[in-house]
């Protein structure tokens, strides 16, 4: 069973304009949510993260959104750039082991 | 940095060979863990350590078997491959389970014919 799954398997955008990665997970027992970026040929890198204590989490052009009633997830890129483009991985974290969603492709277009 | 370094990067094996994919990492992290990723299946965890001595299964574990003798090292061993197992392969870790952010490896991409 999925436990975290990204709907979208890909996302195309102008580059300026706002990219929004979307998340959902079933699991209520997960307290601690990342996104991670990949690029081709390369292992996954962390880029933001966020508890479930909160709501929101801000690190430059990067935000993530967590609605637990909802169990939704999301990641909000602004302004989106051309080097953003990557396969994007949602994960969900709770005890001993961290869950991953099947990644969305962003493309940013110049 | 080294970081996490895994070996080899590429493998073609014949179904029922065994072979050792090997990870290190020099960050001095009590947690590890080994994903396959597969297309539009995402990052599947396979097993995973919470320090030396100390092993558990994740979501596939079958027909793979892990170690953890050193704080440094964790080998995923597959003991008769099959066609099913071709895959990349991802070592990650971090120095403690749940709330941390792991660090990856650049992947073994693996073949069984």
């Known amino acids: 069973d999925q436990q975290v799954k990204q709907n979208s398997p890909s996302l195309s955008v102008q580059e300026g304009r706002i990219s929004i990665l979307n998340c959902d997970y079933t699991?209520?027992?997960?307290?601690?949510f990342l996104w991670y970026k990949k690029y081709p040929a390369e292992g996954p890198t962390f880029l933001i993260s966020?508890?479930?204590?909160?709501d929101k989490n801000e690190d430059g052009r990067f935000t993530v959104f967590l609605n637990k009633s909802a169990k939704h997830l999301s990641l909000h890129i602004v302004p989106s750039q051309p080097g953003d483009s990557a396969v994007y991985f949602c994960?969900?974290?709770?005890?001993?082991?961290?869950?991953f969603g099947a990644g969305t492709r962003l493309t940013v277009k110049p | 940095n080294a970081g996490v370094t895994q070996t080899p990067k590429f493998q073609v094996l014949k179904t029922g060979q065994s072979m050792t994919l090997q990870c290190a990492q020099d960050?001095?992290?009590?947690?590890m863990s080994w994903y396959r990723q597969d297309p539009g299946m995402g990052l599947r965890l396979i097993h995973y350590?919470?320090?030396?001595?100390?092993?558990d299964q994740g979501e596939v574990p079958n027909g793979y078997n892990v170690s953890r003798s050193t704080t440094e090292d964790f080998p995923l061993r597959l003991l008769s491959a099959a066609p099913s197992q071709t895959s990349v392969y991802f070592c990650?870790?971090?120095?403690?389970?749940?709330?941390?952010?792991?660090?990856f490896g650049d992947g073994t991409r693996l073949s069984i014919l």
């Open positions: 966020i508890s479930s204590i909160k």
């Open positions: 699991n209520s027992m997960f307290d601690y």
């Open positions: 994960a969900a974290s709770g005890g001993n082991d961290m869950r």
């Open positions: 990650a870790s971090s120095y403690r389970p749940g709330n941390q952010p792991q660090h």
């Open positions: 350590s919470v320090g030396a001595g100390i092993t």
């Open positions: 960050m001095n992290h009590e947690y």
